[in-house]
C-alpha cells in the first residue's frame, strides 16, 4: 500500500512521501509504486515489492487467525 504526506487541511495539494524499503533501503523512484507495509509500535514499515516477494511466508505467519 502506498501512502501521502496529509496537507494539514490548509488546502493545498498533498506531497508524495518517499518510501524507503525497512529491509534493504531501496528508495521508490517516480510515482509511487504498491508496497506492502506494517504498523509496529504506531510506526510504518514499507517493504519493496522484492522483498515482500521474499518474505511472503514470514509475513502471512504473524497475520491473526481471523485472517484466514
Known amino acids: 500500500m502506498t501512502s501521502s504526506a496529509g496537507s494539514d487541511n490548509d488546502g493545498s495539494a498533498a506531497r508524495p512521501?518517499?518510501?524507503?524499503?525497512?529491509?534493504c533501503g531501496t528508495v521508490a523512484e517516480g510515482p509511487q509504486p504498491i508496497w506492502s507495509f506494517s504498523?509496529?509500535?504506531?510506526?510504518?514499515?514499507?517493504?519493496?515489492?522484492?522483498?515482500?516477494?521474499?518474505?511472503?511466508?514470514?509475513?502471512?505467519?504473524?497475520?491473526d487467525s481471523a485472517w484466514w
Open 39 to 63: 504498523v509496529e509500535n504506531g510506526v510504518r514499515h514499507y517493504l519493496c515489492d522484492t522483498c515482500s516477494r521474499e518474505n511472503l511466508r514470514a509475513i502471512e505467519g504473524r497475520l
Open 17 to 23: 512521501q518517499t518510501l524507503v524499503c525497512s529491509r
